[in-house]
């Protein structure tokens, strides 16, 4: 009865820390979008040219006294050519608690495939003095007849953080004084290939070498090896071809245009998230494998080191904002996401090595 407490207590410990992992890592993704919280804004889902277009702003209390000013901008299909489209008019009067109509006639311009609302609060009402900012989500512009009968009412939509114009001299004043962030080099992906690829080679030796025909646990671990060989020559594949590359930007033109790509985010914390504890469980359940003897023990230092390659690698495909800026932090040419997935791939590797070599299951 005692073995069956502590063991229970074991268990739950491990539940609770896993959902702690959980809980802890989406609360540090969700430092990192940096949403505007001192606005509320209403758009349609499609702005249509020639239509009107309604656009409510509601400030929250906390919002000091200022003008307000409300104009529309453009986009093309890649969301990076921007521009002005039309005004709403002067700035007006605003404070906390306050709720704000902006109307809108939709011009056609050449290259725009989107349309965005730019709200920022100024005490003059000129941009340059803007205290506050933030943009809606880009609304899909439309152009024939059969989208003209679309919904056009206002509803609830996300906004996003803009730099006002005293912010964006500030940031470009620390950009003119910092070393430029640097780039992975061309070498990182082939020398991730190299090693996957042997060590699945190794992988594949050491599983030819498991006795199959004894015991139901030498076959199972001749399996293991085998699938360990199969995965390790697939992901030196997605290495060595760029696979990975043009699967995520597949992914983002079909997010586009199913026009889900704004909802991402939080489906992509919720995944890393759950990467993350799942990551935690397996690491307790390798910590203790390891510290028993037997054959096992280089299984699962190969299973740990893919693992967390995959684990990273899945994460970085992700193209989070807070990844992102991981990525693009490197020393030599190699960032922190790369030297975690080399390291994961490395030991994989060397778990491969040790168990394909002839003394290893003496050792063991």
Known sequence: MPDDRSRRAARAAAVAALVFVFAATW??????????????VEAPEVAVVGRALEIRVTLKKSVEAAQISCTLHRADSERKGWGYLASSGPSRPAAGGETHTFRFEVPERENTAYAFALVFLSPTGRWEDGTRAAT???????????????????????????????????AQARAGTRRPRGRPSVWVHPALGLLLIAGAALAAVTAARTNASGPPEGRAERIVWLALAV????????????????????????????????????????IMAAVAAASAGLFILFIKAVRRKGSHRTLWWAGIGMAAYLAVS???????????????????????????????????????????????????
């Open 136 to 170: 809606a989500k880009y609304m899909p512009v439309a152009r024939d007849g059969a989208a003209a009968t679309a919904d056009l009412g206002p509803r609830k939509t996300r906004v996003f953080r803009y730099p006002t114009a005293e912010q964006a001299a500030k």
């Open 314 to 364: 899945f994460v970085s495909v992700l193209s989070f904002h807070a990844v992102d800026a991981a990525r693009s932090l490197t020393w030599q040419g190699l960032s922190p996401v790369d030297l975690v997935r080399g390291v994961g791939a490395l030991a994989a590797l060397l778990a491969a090595l040790f168990a394909a070599l002839p003394t290893a299951r003496r050792i063991t």
């Open 27 to 40: 609360s540090i993704l969700s430092l990192t979008d940096d949403r505007p919280g001192w606005l509320a």
């Open 231 to 270: 995965l390790m020559a697939v992901s030196a594949v997605f290495e060595l071809s760029g696979l990975a590359s043009g699967l995520t930007a597949w992914g983002r033109r079909l997010a586009e245009e199913r026009g889900v790509y704004e909802l991402r985010r939080p489906a992509q914390k919720a």
